[in-house]
């Protein structure tokens, strides 16, 4: 059978990889826009579920697989009926079975030589460079990557702006975010920085809400003409693979801590050179909260969206966008297959009462490898399970581990009464610091947030998929004492 991956990012390497393992007689196809793949290695489980990994970068022509055939090529169409994948240099590469593993792009603010958009390996070269002489830079967004690149602007005056209340509302709720920007402040190596700004308190965050803070981003003008507009008006620009994890350590080391002030419940409305011809800034962001900033150079990283403009209208679309998947991550299209970004993977949100999506590498990795899997024949139901019975994701953010666990921040949990849901945090001082959170339903504990080494993964791994009643510990749960062998006899 003539099996094609689409991709070269983490999850078409790692569909590839698994295809050419399992099925080394037969011949696979690789075709990727960027002659460098990202590939995964020192894969370290941490529990059952939990895993680090190094992401790693190699030429296209590298993989150490006999039967694998590599095509650098960018796709331009699809005909799923004759089963032909056309590329923009006129080539075609026809299949019997195909995974789009194409990512996803991002979100960009506007047109200007001084907005950097974050997202793959070139886009972080070109910010090495762009920083060399920067005196201040804004950064724009609140997800994993602004907050890595937070933490890589270290000696440099920042202006932070997002839309939430408190710094990354996708991973931490208000105390963990406090416990975070605290850390920020000590700097790396242990000289004070400064975070000018405040967390919202949850009365703050609904008032916000009550003066008209915009939910959502949206695009800007800036000083140059637009690239085009994508879906909900995004200018679309070219991308390369998702950086990964550990990007960091390619900007310029420096051991001050930045110098933020935070800008929260705020969006950027404008991006324009200064009005005033003597100003020592050559660009000007400003936001819907009134204030302005001049800077030496915006960098944006604001989101993405799944890649699936260039299909065909017959493949199903869920409501983000990404390409709907069966439990075997199959599209609606006969004989196409879909993992990563690009992909929604609604089944096992709705079958898995602790996993939900949300666009990451250790979720692009685990579906790549699904994905070959199920092309080859070779899944079962107990694979199944393992791959999507639990929601982990492994970080650092500011020099501290990060891991998180199940519905670590009530995710699905919207609809239950509030009296039944209740929250435990502690965190602790010193050289090992550390913050740790969870969520329980009815006793039972749902998700957990751990920052630094509090080596309770496992334990917490284990309570939330045993369902371990835990009501009559009550905070007690979160002492360093307890001793979790006994919960489990």
Same mark, same amino acid.
Request: with cysteine; proline share 1%.
């Given at each position: 059978m003539r099996r094609v991956v689409l991709g070269g990012g983490i999850a078409g390497v790692c569909c590839a990889e698994e295809l050419c393992r399992l099925l080394p007689d037969d011949d696979v196809t690789i075709v990727s826009a960027s002659a460098v793949l990202k590939g995964v290695e020192n894969v370290v489980h941490l529990t059952r579920n939990i895993e680090e990994f190094l992401v790693v970068e190699r030429d296209l022509h590298t993989l150490?697989?006999? &039967?694998? /055939? $590599?095509?650098?090529? %960018?796709?331009?169409?699809l005909d799923t009926q004759a089963k032909v994948l056309a590329l923009a240099s006129g080539e075609n590469v026809s299949y019997d079975q195909l995974c789009i593993c194409v990512g996803a792009r991002p979100k960009v603010l506007g047109s200007s030589d001084y907005v950097l958009t974050l997202r793959d390996t070139q886009s972080v070269e070109d910010l090495c460079t762009r920083l060399a002489g920067a005196r201040r830079v804004v950064v724009v967004g609140n997800g994993g990557i602004a907050l890595e690149t937070i933490q890589g602007l270290g000696g440099m005056e920042? +202006?932070?702006?997002?839309?939430h209340g408190h710094i990354g509302d996708a991973f931490f709720d208000i105390d963990a975010a406090q416990f975070l920007l605290d850390e920020l402040r000590k700097g790396r190596s242990g000289q004070q920085g400064s975070c000018i700004g405040k967390q919202m308190s949850e009365d703050d965050q609904d008032a916000g809400k009550g003066r008209g803070a915009p939910e959502q981003e949206r695009p800007v003008q800036g000083p140059g003409p637009a690239a085009g507009s994508a879906r909900q008006g995004w200018p679309r620009v070219p991308h390369g693979h998702a950086v990964g994890p550990k990007w960091t350590s390619a900007l310029p080391s420096r051991a001050a801590a930045p110098q933020v002030t935070l800008e929260p419940n705020a969006i950027v409305g404008s991006i324009r050179q200064p009005a005033d011809a003597r100003s020592p800034w050559p660009v000007e962001v400003e936001l819907t909260s009134g204030r302005s900033y001049g800077a030496d150079l915006v960098v944006c990283a604001i989101g993405v969206e799944p890649v699936t403009d260039w299909l065909p209208a017959e493949i199903e679309r869920a409501g983000d966008g990404g390409l709907v998947v069966d439990r075997e991550m199959r599209t609606s299209a006969d004989g196409v297959w879909a993992a990563g970004d690009v992909c929604s993977a609604g089944w096992a949100a709705e079958e898995s009462q602790q996993w939900f999506q949300m666009r990451l590498w250790t979720q692009a990795r685990v579906m790549g490898a699904y994905?070959?899997? =199920?092309?080859?024949?070779?899944?079962?139901?107990?694979? =199944?399970?393992? &791959?999507?019975?639990?929601? %982990?994701? $492994? %970080?650092?953010?500011f020099g501290k581990k990060v891991i998180l666990l199940g519905l670590y921040n009530g995710q699905k949990l919207e609809g239950e009464r509030k009296e039944d849901l209740i929250a435990y945090s502690r965190a602790t001082?010193?050289? !090992?610091?550390?913050? $740790? /959170?969870?969520?329980?339903?009815?006793g039972r504990m749902q998700g957990a947030v751990l920052i630094g080494? %509090?080596?309770?993964?496992?334990?917490?791994? &284990?309570? +939330?998929? !045993?369902? +371990?009643?835990l009501s009559q510990f009550g905070p007690r749960i979160l002492d360093p004492d307890i001793e979790f062998d006994h919960i489990f006899d």
């Open positions: 150490p697989y006999k &039967n694998l /055939r $590599v095509v650098q090529g %960018t796709a331009k169409s920042v +202006i932070w702006v997002l839309k994905a070959g899997r =199920c092309m080859a024949g070779m899944a079962d139901e107990l694979q =199944c399970g393992f &791959n999507f019975e639990l929601f %982990t994701h $492994v %970080t650092r953010f001082e010193g050289d !090992d610091s550390s913050f $740790v /959170r969870v969520v329980l339903l009815r080494d %509090t080596g309770l993964e496992e334990a917490f791994e &284990n309570v +939330i998929l !045993d369902g +371990i009643d």
